[in-house]
């Protein structure tokens, strides 16, 4: 997600509106990285992070609700993004606080974890760091 437009990912072919959960196959792996690269965010001035998460917390929650998801599933965030926020807002720290703190609240039931790629040279850095710091499994090693 770069900006305010939510776009929901399906392998090729899905068309139905249900709620789907997909494997993780080389296949769709395929699939969502050719998604990802045909994503343009050269026009983008603004992202919506708190209604990307919250609508991937809500599309969580019909998933396990539908009852296809095993047991043994877990979920995750991956947030794609520059996190940068509206650049000529005078409040930008207030702003961003108060982004983490909704997207805190909106994580509170389901403990997602979250792990925000900063895409960009210009990335926020410290904001995606902030996001991903307050949501279960910010402790995890990836080096190992």
Not at 25 to 51: C, P, R, W
Not at 73 to 87: E, Y
Not at 103 to 128: S, W
Request: proline share 3%.
């Amino acid at each position: 997600m770069y900006d305010k437009n939510i776009t929901e990912w399906k392998p090729e072919g899905i068309t139905s509106d249900s709620v789907e959960a997909y494997r993780c196959t080389n296949e769709t792996i395929a699939a969502a990285i050719e998604f990802i690269d045909s994503l343009d965010a050269s026009q983008v001035m603004e992202s919506d992070l708190v209604g990307g998460i919250s609508h991937a917390i809500d599309m969580d929650k019909r998933v396990w609700s539908s009852g296809i998801m095993p047991d043994n599933a877990l979920t995750t965030i991956v947030l794609l993004t520059d996190g940068r926020m509206d650049q000529l807002d005078i409040n930008k720290q207030k702003k961003e606080k108060e982004v983490i703190q909704a997207i805190k609240q909106a994580n509170k039931g389901e403990q997602i974890p979250i792990f925000a790629l900063g895409v960009g040279f210009d990335a926020n850095m410290d904001l995606l760091k902030d996001i991903s710091d307050r949501t279960p499994g910010s402790n995890l090693d990836l080096q190992k």
